[in-house]
C-alpha cells in the first residue's frame, strides 16, 4: 500500500514511466521515431522539447483557462514556434551539427502532440506548480525514448556513438529510418508493459488499451421517424433527444456506455440528469461530460440498454469486452469526449489518499 | 497544353505523396494522430478533408511568401517560424469562420484542431520549399497529404482490428507493442519505394 502510494504521488514516475506519452499515450510518434537517428539530435530535442512543454504548460495553466479550447491550441503552436526558434536559429548560426533533417523537424516540435495533450488534460485543469512538475516529468518521459532510440539506432544504425566511430563491421541502416525506430519502439513498450503487469498491476487497467467494444444496440433515427414509446423504458424520451445531449456522432455514445453498468434504469432518468446538468451549464461542455461520466459511474441504479433502443443488439453487444488489446492511454489524448484524462485521475486519486 | 501541364503536376505530387512516398508511413509525419483516427473509421472522411484543405492552404499561402526577394535569403528558422505564423492564421481563421456562420460544434472544432495542428500538415511547406515544387505541385503535395493520411489510418485501421481479434499474441505483446511493430512493417512496405537499403 505504501508502496501504491509513493507511485501515485509520484508524479515523475506516473508521468514519465507509467504513462508514458509515447507508449501509453501513443503521442509525439513523429519526433521519437523521425528526429532520434543519434544521440546528439535525440538530446537536443530532448531539450528543446522540455523548455516547449514546460513554457506551454506553464502560461496554459496561468493565463489559458478560460479561453475556449479551439483557441488554446493555437497558441499552443505559437508558444512552441516562438520557444524552438531561438534554438533553430541558433544552431544554425553556430553550426551545430543538426542534418538537414534534423532542421527539418525541430520546428515540427511546434505542434507536437505530447505538448498539447498535456496543456489540455493537464494545464488547463491544475495549478502553475502541479502542471510545470507534470510537464517537466513528461518531457523526461519522452527525453528517455528520445535518448533510448538515438543511442540503439546510432550505434547499430551507423556504427557510431555521439559521432564517434565505434568500428562495427555491420551496419543496420534500416534502423535509421521510421521503420527501425518503430521495431525499437515496439520492444520498447513490451518491456514497459511487462514492467507495469509485473511491478505496478495496480497500473494494468489504466495503462491497457481497449478497443471501443462498445456497441449496445443504439441507432441514431432518421429525422422524422419515430421510436415505439414502448421501447423507451415507458418514457416518452427519444433517442433523438438523447442525441442532442450526448451530441450527433454515433461514437459519443459509445463513450458514455463505458461508463454504464448492465441493469435497468429509464431513458427519462438519463434524459432528466443530462437536462438537469445542461441547466447548470450554457451548453453541453466539457465540464457536463465530467459530471455525467460521474454520474454514471457512481450510481447505483443499472441500465437497461435495450429499453431505449430500437434495434435489437447485436450478438457481440452480449459479449463481454474485447481482451484489452489497445491503450486506455490513448483514450485519455482524446478530445472532448474524454475531457477526464488520467491526469485529472492522477490528481482525484491523490486527492483521495489526501481526504483518507 | 499548359492547363494540362499544371494538371499533370498537381495529380503527379498528389500520387507521389500519397501513395509511392506516404508521408504518414515513410517519415511517420502525423502518425500519432493517424493512430487515434484510426479507430474512428467513420471520421476518415472529415479529417482527409480537413488535413488536405489546411494542407493545401498553408501551403499555397507560404510558397509565394517564401519566393518574395526579402525572405529567400532568411535562415531556415525564420521559414519555420512564418509557417507555423501561417498555420495558425488559417486555423484560427478557419476557427472563427465555422464557429460564428456555421455555427459548428466545440467537438467538430475540436477534430479541426486536431487536423490542422499536426507534423503532418505544417511539413508540407517544408517539403514544398525543399522540393522547389510548383504552385501546382505544392497543391497537389498538399492533396496528397490528406489521401495519405487516410490511407495509413484505413491500413492501420484494418490491422488494430484484425490484431484485436488475435487470440496467439502474447500477453505483453498486445496493445502498444504490437501497434508499433505493425506499424513498422508498414512503413518497411513503403521504405521499399525508396530504394534504400536497409542494410550496408
Redesign the interface.
Known amino acids: 500500500m505504501a508502496q501504491q502510494t509513493n507511485v501515485k504521488d509520484n508524479i515523475l514516475l506516473r508521468g514519465a514511466v507509467i504513462f508514458n506519452p509515447v507508449?501509453?499515450q501513443?503521442?509525439?510518434?513523429?519526433?521519437a521515431?523521425?528526429a532520434s537517428t543519434d544521440v546528439i539530435t535525440a538530446l537536443i530535442f530532448f531539450i528543446v522539447f522540455t523548455v516547449d512543454t514546460v513554457v506551454c504548460c506553464f502560461l496554459a495553466s496561468l493565463l489559458f483557462k478560460r479561453l475556449?479550447?479551439?483557441?488554446r491550441?493555437?497558441l499552443?503552436?505559437?508558444i512552441?514556434?516562438?520557444c524552438?526558434?531561438p534554438f533553430?536559429?541558433f544552431?544554425?548560426?553556430t553550426g551545430i551539427s543538426l542534418n538537414a533533417r534534423m532542421?527539418?523537424y525541430?520546428?515540427?516540435l511546434?505542434?507536437?502532440?505530447v505538448t498539447?495533450v498535456h496543456c489540455e488534460q493537464f494545464a488547463v485543469k491544475n495549478p502553475v506548480g502541479k502542471s510545470v512538475e507534470d510537464a517537466f516529468a513528461v518531457s523526461v518521459g519522452f527525453g528517455a525514448v528520445m535518448l533510448i532510440l538515438g543511442i540503439i539506432r546510432e550505434i547499430f544504425g551507423n556504427g557510431t556513438f555521439a559521432g564517434l566511430d565505434l568500428g562495427l563491421d555491420?551496419?543496420?541502416?534500416?534502423l535509421l529510418?521510421?521503420?527501425?525506430?518503430?521495431?525499437i519502439?515496439?520492444?520498447l513498450?513490451?518491456v514497459l508493459?511487462?514492467y507495469i503487469?509485473k511491478y505496478r498491476p495496480e497500473f494494468n487497467e489504466k495503462t491497457?488499451?481497449k478497443?471501443?467494444n462498445t456497441k449496445v444496440g443504439l441507432r441514431r433515427y432518421e429525422d422524422g421517424e419515430q421510436a415505439p414509446a414502448a421501447q423507451h423504458g415507458g418514457g416518452d424520451e427519444s433517442i433523438t433527444e438523447m442525441e442532442f445531449l450526448f451530441?450527433?456522432?454515433?461514437?459519443?455514445f459509445e463513450i458514455f456506455t463505458e461508463f454504464w453498468s448492465p441493469g435497468v434504469i429509464t431513458a427519462r432518468d438519463i434524459v432528466t440528469d443530462m437536462e438537469n446538468l445542461s441547466k447548470e451549464h450554457e451548453?453541453f461542455?466539457?465540464e457536463t461530460d465530467r459530471r455525467v461520466e460521474e454520474l454514471f459511474t457512481n450510481m447505483d441504479s443499472t441500465i437497461d440498454f435495450e429499453a431505449f433502443e430500437a434495434v435489437a443488439p447485436e450478438p457481440e453487444t452480449q459479449t463481454p469486452p474485447?481482451?484489452?488489446?489497445?491503450?486506455a492511454g490513448?483514450e485519455e489524448?482524446?478530445?472532448?469526449?474524454s475531457e477526464e484524462d488520467e491526469s485529472s485521475s492522477v490528481e482525484n486519486e491523490s486527492e483521495e489518499e489526501g481526504d483518507d | 497544353m499548359i492547363d494540362m501541364n499544371i494538371f499533370s503536376d498537381l495529380m503527379i505530387t498528389a500520387l507521389y505523396t500519397a501513395f509511392f512516398q506516404n508521408l504518414v508511413?515513410?517519415?511517420?509525419?502525423?502518425?500519432?494522430?493517424a493512430?487515434?483516427i484510426s479507430?474512428?473509421p467513420?471520421t476518415f472522411g472529415m479529417f482527409t478533408a480537413m488535413i488536405s484543405g489546411f494542407s493545401v492552404i498553408s501551403g499555397a499561402i507560404c510558397l509565394p511568401i517564401d519566393r518574395l526577394p526579402s525572405v529567400i535569403a532568411l535562415?531556415?528558422?525564420?521559414h519555420?517560424?512564418v509557417?507555423?505564423?501561417v498555420?495558425?492564421a488559417v486555423?484560427?481563421t478557419a476557427?472563427v469562420i465555422l464557429?460564428t456562420i456555421f455555427r459548428v460544434?466545440?467537438?467538430f472544432?475540436?477534430?479541426?484542431?486536431?487536423a490542422a495542428?499536426?507534423?503532418?500538415?505544417?511539413?508540407i511547406p517544408?517539403i514544398n520549399r525543399?522540393s522547389a515544387y510548383s504552385f501546382a505541385a505544392s497543391l497537389g503535395s498538399g492533396l496528397g497529404a490528406g489521401v495519405a493520411f487516410v490511407v495509413a489510418a484505413a491500413l492501420l485501421a484494418s490491422g488494430?482490428?484484425r490484431?484485436?481479434?488475435n487470440k496467439e499474441i502474447p500477453?505483453?505483446?498486445?496493445?502498444?507493442?504490437?501497434?508499433?511493430?505493425y506499424?513498422?512493417?508498414l512503413?518497411?512496405g513503403f521504405?521499399a519505394f525508396s530504394g534504400?537499403?536497409?542494410?550496408?
Open positions: 507508449f501509453i501513443l503521442a509525439g510518434i513523429c519526433i521515431a523521425a475556449p479550447r479551439w483557441l491550441v493555437a499552443y503552436l505559437i512552441g514556434a516562438g524552438i526558434f533553430a536559429y544552431a544554425e548560426k532542421q527539418l525541430l520546428p515540427l511546434a505542434v507536437n502532440s498539447s555491420i551496419r543496420l541502416s534500416g529510418m521510421p521503420f527501425g525506430a518503430f521495431v519502439l515496439g520492444y513498450a513490451m508493459k511487462w503487469n491497457a488499451v478497443i471501443k451530441g450527433n456522432e454515433p461514437e459519443e451548453q461542455s466539457s474485447q481482451e484489452d488489446f489497445f491503450a490513448f489524448y482524446e478530445d472532448d469526449e | 508511413l515513410s517519415f511517420a509525419y502525423g502518425s500519432s494522430e493512430v487515434r479507430l474512428k467513420r535562415p531556415d528558422s525564420v519555420a517560424l509557417y507555423a505564423g498555420l495558425a486555423y484560427i476557427a464557429k460544434s466545440d467537438h472544432l475540436t477534430n479541426l484542431g486536431i495542428l499536426n507534423t503532418l500538415v505544417l511539413a517544408f525543399r488494430v482490428h490484431m484485436s481479434e500477453q505483453v505483446f498486445k496493445g502498444t507493442p504490437v501497434l508499433f511493430l506499424i513498422s512493417l512503413s518497411l521504405a534504400n537499403s536497409i542494410f550496408s
